[in-house]
């Protein structure tokens, strides 16, 4: 498997974030991205944390670490939610769980389209007024 991942697009300065930046608090199932606090639940905590090395992680492989089930069709569909709601929390924090086809999530910085309007970003408004 291949992924190929150009960790700082030409002509972007807002690329910024990286996993490695990521600071893990497992007491308390937050992470913080800059200064932005993230809260997730004890199963989306399990469901990230096995993606803080930037790396893809199999379905397979979180459905045991997080449910110590075997995947199948109703698991992976359990997992998809979780994932949907984590995607949501980490809206406008710089960093995404992308799906790697058939095989499982990865979660890098977010990377948006050049030509995308602002207006539709992902971006919180207080990232969208700093390139004014």
């Known amino acids: 498997m291949a992924i190929l991942y150009d960790p700082a697009p030409s002509g972007s300065q807002e690329q910024g974030v990286q996993v490695s930046d990521i600071v893990w608090d497992s ?55 979780h994932i949907d709601r984590i995607r949501g929390k980490l809206r406008g924090t710089g960093v995404y769980v992308y799906c790697v086809l058939n095989y499982g999530y990865l979660l890098l910085p977010e990377i948006l389209p050049a030509d995308e309007p602002r207006e539709h970003s992902l971006r919180t408004s207080k990232d969208s007024s700093a390139g004014d």
Do not use: C, S, W
Request: no cysteine; hydrophobic share 40%; proline share 5%.
């Open 27 to 81: 007491n308390q199932h937050t992470i913080r991205i800059g200064t932005t606090k993230v809260v997730l639940t004890p199963t989306e905590y399990r469901l990230l944390f096995p993606l803080r090395y930037g790396v893809p992680v199999t379905y397979a492989d979180l459905a045991q670490f997080v449910y110590k089930y075997i995947v199948d069709e109703k698991m992976r569909t359990m997992m998809d939610k």
